[in-house]
């Protein structure tokens, strides 16, 4: 790969802000811009240095794909309102689950994403908006996974021979793609960004359907979104890189009130990390784990089983797809 990683013992984050922002002036010109932000560390960062760069020339929107975490539309706006930040919001729910339906394979479900984000949505943004960039927060370790096939990841696109200009209608600017996320959360502190976005868990590009084994439907995601929730609540006082909650496929037996109860089984995922590379479970303790197993059966319907994932990364990964 002959992307040169930035590491963080070499970053100067006020140096690498002021050339970013040059070169994104520099590329764009006098045109338009737009970018997705999620809510994330990447996408917030990129959104800063875009608008430090161009100003009212870049369109910030939140694509609302119905496999976001619980209120994130309304956070993400409310949030960027009070950063100077206008956010415009595309519901584009139906067209994510029109393209995931009936899709149970990893790469398959990330290719839906990747198609129905680049070619459908932003596709039609940039005809109606004038625009002939995307700004958006790919990471090196995007890149690096991508490359060596351990899973595509969906913003990946001219690192694999796709030319973004000819198959989608504009160019894409990849401000952060020299970074792992310690070092963007560095500039994203640099820039001014609050706490609880640049210290924020990773959350995957593809959403909540990263955490769906098997077919990604709305009652599907709204389990794990409930779970997740209670997840994020409960381990946010620890030290971890990531935690997160996943949705099995097959359903499993429990029992409730003395009957049986065919219920779903949720994994929890909590993670020691340095920058995604190699990760080791946390060692949450036992009582901790006890009482996400109570809140995650006794709120979300339908689940009867919660595990506890104990495998490192590698061979395991971060996200479950």
């Known amino acids: ?38 809510g994330g ?11 430090r760069a161009l100003g009212d020339r870049l369109l910030t929107v939140f694509v609302e794909n119905g496999i976001m975490r619980e209120g994130e539309p309304q956070r993400v706006v409310s949030l960027y309102r009070e950063l100077g930040v206008p956010v415009q919001v595309i519901d584009a729910r139906e067209q994510f689950y029109d393209a995931l339906k009936g899709i149970t394979d990893p790469e398959e479900k990330r290719e839906a994403i990747t198609q129905t984000f680049y070619r459908d949505v932003f596709g039609q943004l940039v ?11 790919t990471i090196y370790t995007d890149v690096e996974e991508t490359i060596a096939g351990i899973k595509r990841q969906h913003n990946i696109l001219a690192q694999i021979g796709i030319d973004t200009e000819q198959v989608y209608g504009y160019k894409v600017v990849e401000p952060l793609i020299q970074l792992r996320k310690p070092a963007v959360r560095v500039v994203a502190k640099a820039l001014g960004l609050p706490q609880e976005i640049y210290d924020r868990p990773p959350f995957p590009g593809p959403a909540l359907a990263a955490r769906v084994i098997g077919e990604v439907t709305p009652e599907r995601v709204q389990v794990v979104r409930a779970a997740t929730a209670i997840v994020e609540e409960e381990l ?16 499993v037996t429990g029992m409730r ?3 049986r109860d065919f219920g779903l089984q949720i994994e ?12 080791s479970p946390t060692r949450l303790p036992f009582d901790v784990l006890s009482n996400l197993a109570d809140r995650i059966t006794n709120e979300v319907p339908g689940v ?11 061979p395991s990964t971060i996200e479950a797809v």
């Open 41 to 51: 560390v990447d996408s917030s960062t990129v959104t800063l240095l875009g608008h």
């Open 304 to 314: 009867v089983s919660v595990t506890y994932n104990i495998a490192k990364k590698p």
């Open 257 to 259: 009130e003395g009957k």
């Open 268 to 279: 929890v995922r909590c993670w020691d990390s340095e920058d995604a590379r190699t990760g």
């Open 1 to 38: 790969m002959s992307l040169r990683e930035i590491g963080l013992a070499e970053l100067d984050p006020a140096g690498f802000i002021e050339r970013q922002v040059r070169e994104i002036s520099a590329a764009v010109g006098d045109g338009m811009a737009i970018n997705a932000l999620s």
């Open 236 to 251: 946010a006082h620890t030290a971890a890189f990531q935690y997160l909650a996943i949705l099995h496929e097959d359903r």
């Open 127 to 137: 005809r109606e908006s004038g625009a002939t960039y995307l700004l958006q927060g």
